[in-house]
């Protein structure tokens, strides 16, 4: 079974700083890295770095081959990653000495896709495979209704979320992934809001929704919480050395999912995507910092 992953491609100017830059000031950088990212590709190496079969579906400028090629040397297919006129997506990242960053994105090419040429990349998908978004890449509502026309499982990250991603389909998801902001915004109905850091409101609210979804929703360095069945399984983060968070929740996702898909628990599947965000976090960069499989395990039996 394969999941086709219609995701980001972006290229991250990675800036070390003392601080985040405030309005109206100038600051210079301690370095710059240039890394492969984009929530899409970070997310495609963590399904292959978790040992799934990952088929990235996007689009770069002409002149990024090297993202693609780093991409598929992660393990990923890219055989339906298009090259076409105009800039990749980018990402202007601050981190600062907490690992905290500030992140400013331009969808690039990530931006450009319409309802016909999603139609030809989706060609070889089956029914019975995974599709995993983000919400980076336009034109999101044709892919859930190609989804229900190949009968494809949906698995959702809405991040960054706004209202366009708020208003799909998602009852039709069998996976979402979600931190306490975007929990938030989906908890209820828009003319209400739910305290984003009240998690046993959000939980309630959040499966009154989404009955039928298995929801992770993520809470950084306090690890996530499963919601089930009408159960909530709460698991927490091991302390680590932050160097940069960056891609950590992505990397929760990918080895979320790739639990899911490969029969682990839902509770182990939690548990093994908190470890692999939390190594994550302890490398500088995106896709750099997404650990292997093997690395995960070893990290779980240091912890128990
Ligand atoms: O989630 C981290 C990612 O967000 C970065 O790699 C950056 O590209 C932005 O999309």
Not at 25 to 33: C, G, M, V, W
Not at 277 to 296: D, E, N, R
Request: hydrophobic residues 45%; charged residues 20%; negative net charge.
């Amino acid at each position: 079974m394969a999941v086709f992953n219609f995701g980001s491609i972006n290229i991250d100017y990675v800036y070390r700083m003392d601080r985040f830059v405030q309005p109206g000031e100038t600051l210079s950088s301690l370095s710059l890295d240039t890394v492969l990212g984009g929530k899409g590709a970070n997310q495609s190496v963590a399904l292959a770095r978790a040992g799934l079969d990952v088929r990235h579906i996007g689009r770069v400028g002409q002149s990024d081959q090297w993202a693609v090629d780093a991409l598929r040397e992660f393990g990923v297919n890219t055989d339906c990653v298009q090259a076409i006129d105009g800039p990749s997506g980018h990402a202007i990242i601050q981190v600062d000495t907490n690992g905290e960053n500030a992140i400013v994105l331009h969808g690039g090419a990530n931006q450009s896709f319409d309802a016909n040429v999603i139609e030809t990349l989706f060609e070889s998908a089956k029914s019975g495979d995974w599709l995993l978004l983000q919400n980076e890449c336009n034109s999101l509502e044709h892919v859930f209704d190609l989804a229900e026309r190949k009968k494809l499982n949906i698995a959702f990250n809405p991040a960054p979320m706004d209202k366009a991603a708020s208003e799909l389909p998602l009852e039709r998801c069998q996976v979402l992934i979600l931190n306490e902001v975007e929990a938030a915004q989906l908890a209820i109905d828009p003319s209400q809001t739910v305290d984003g850091t009240d998690h046993a409101a959000l939980a309630v609210a959040l499966q009154a929704r989404f009955p039928n979804v298995i929801i992770a929703l993520t809470l950084g360095s306090n690890g996530a919480t499963l919601l089930h069945d009408g159960q909530r399984t709460s698991v927490s983060s091991a302390k680590v050395d932050v160097v940069d968070t960056t891609g950590a929740g992505d990397t929760f996702v990918g080895y979320f999912l790739a639990g899911i898909i490969n029969g682990l628990s839902t509770s182990d599947a939690l548990e093994r995507a908190c470890s692999a965000g939390a190594l994550a976090v302890t490398v500088a960069g995106a896709t750099p910092g997404i650990p292997t499989l093997k690395a995960v395990n070893k990290f779980i039996k240091g912890t128990h």
